[in-house]
């Protein structure tokens, strides 16, 4: 079996390949380099001259050659990489007419506990975002902001003091719609410096959070492990991570509880499986990133099917069906394993004409100061 195509389709906002062999079996992947779409898919362009014509069962060695064949390494590179990965995985599981995971090592479990994404731009709305959750079957919460998700062209101006008291009066109200039946996972988007992050999660430790993600900026292991080191709530990071030597440094020095590689930016199910292994020998659980589309959830539900240390899977409930043929079954908050051959999902034939390419605008947040805010 050789590889004689690979082709790329940038439906909405996302970035989808579908790698063709000779004896007809079909490979899907996605790069999760979501804000650089047009980049990944430039190197995805670039790795075909040397995809088409070999055994697309050589993932391994397929993987090392594009990772170490010019020494460099980013996001833009790790998308393309991982989408490629993904689609090899899917076409083994096809051949050998099992799911991937199995090749993978086996399932350990046959369904996948989600949590769900919660937006509003008001206290209001993400509190009715979690109420519906919970009604809708969901037993965890998440995406879920101590701040709001307002627009990036918005200023933004609070004093210390009234960002700290707000966001943990929100928490309370979050707390108190779903009451001890779910869990709540924070997601900060670095928003803050590490004392303020401190300071905030000491507050935030009564409404016992499942995890606090991203309190800082992700750059520095040293200050994400003093906060790690002063608070009472897990650490949740790694989304912007794309190996596993940065998220050994972080394990190293405990500022991590809960790892979230994107399986889409971090080198496809392959380097997630390692991932996911180094975080077991620090008895360190596993809550894959997925704020992508439903190529991402079929990777993410075949990785949390076959690993020990899986915890839970971020779930952006998007209008799959609208990209892929059948998507992942849910049912009550989670996403039941597949058992089909492959990672369990196919484009639709018609993806491009349902949903052309919208190129993402580059925005981000500003103090009142003029001066740059993450988001």
């Known amino acids: 079996m050789k590889i004689i195509d690979v082709r790329t389709f940038m439906p909405k906002q996302y970035l989808f390949i579908q790698i063709y062999t000779d004896n007809g079996i079909v490979g899907v992947g996605e790069s999760g380099t979501w804000g650089y779409l047009e980049s ?45 990965d993904i689609a090899l995985w899917d076409i083994a599981g096809k051949y050998f007419n099992v799911p991937s995971y199995v090749l993978l090592g086996g399932k350990c479990r046959d369904k996948v506990r989600t949590y769900f994404h919660i937006r509003g731009d008001s206290t209001e709305k993400l509190v009715e975002g979690c109420i519906r959750a919970k009604e809708d079957g969901f037993t965890a919460v998440g995406h879920l902001t101590p701040f709001l998700d307002d627009s990036r062209e918005e200023i933004y101006r609070e004093t210390y003091t009234q960002r700290l008291t707000r966001a943990i009066e ?41 995890f606090y993600e991203d309190p800082i900026r992700a750059e520095n292991p040293d200050s994400m492990a003093w906060v790690a080191e002063h608070i009472n ?88 069906d609208e990209f892929v043929k059948k998507p992942i ?17 196919e484009l639709r034939e018609d993806v491009m004409e349902r949903h052309p390419y919208q190129m993402r605008k580059l925005v981000t947040k500003l103090d009142y100061d003029g001066s740059v805010l993450d988001r």
């Not at 898919?41 to 010019?70: C, M, N, T």
């Not at 707390?175 to 401190?198: Q, S, W």
């Not at 394993?337 to 492959?342: E, K």
């Open 233 to 320: 709530i897990p650490i949740a990071t790694g989304e912007r991570l794309f190996n596993i030597q940065e998220f050994s440094v972080l394990l190293r020095r405990n500022a991590v509880h809960y790892v979230r590689p994107c399986i889409c930016a971090a080198g496809g199910l392959s380097h997630a499986k390692k991932i996911a292994a180094l975080a077991e020998a620090f008895n360190v659980q596993v809550v894959p990133h997925n704020p992508l589309g439903p190529v991402s959830t079929a990777a993410c539900v075949q990785l949390a099917a076959c690993i020990p240390n899986f915890a839970v899977q971020e779930y952006a409930h998007v209008e799959d």
């Open 40 to 84: 990944s898919e430039a190197v995805i362009q670039r790795f075909k001259h040397y995809l088409i014509g070999q055994d697309p069962l050589r993932i391994e060695h397929h993987w090392q050659y594009l990772y170490r064949s010019h020494h460099f390494r980013g996001s833009a590179i790790m998308g393309a990489l991982a989408a490629v």
């Open 170 to 210: 929100r928490v309370r109200r979050y707390r108190e719609a779903v009451g001890n039946d779910v869990d709540i996972c924070l997601e900060l988007h670095r928003r803050m410096e590490p004392a303020e992050a401190i300071a905030l999660g000491q507050e935030l430790a009564q409404f016992h959070p499942y």
């Open 329 to 345: 079954e849910l049912k009550d908050g989670y996403l039941i394993v597949p058992d089909v051959p492959g990672i369990g999902v």
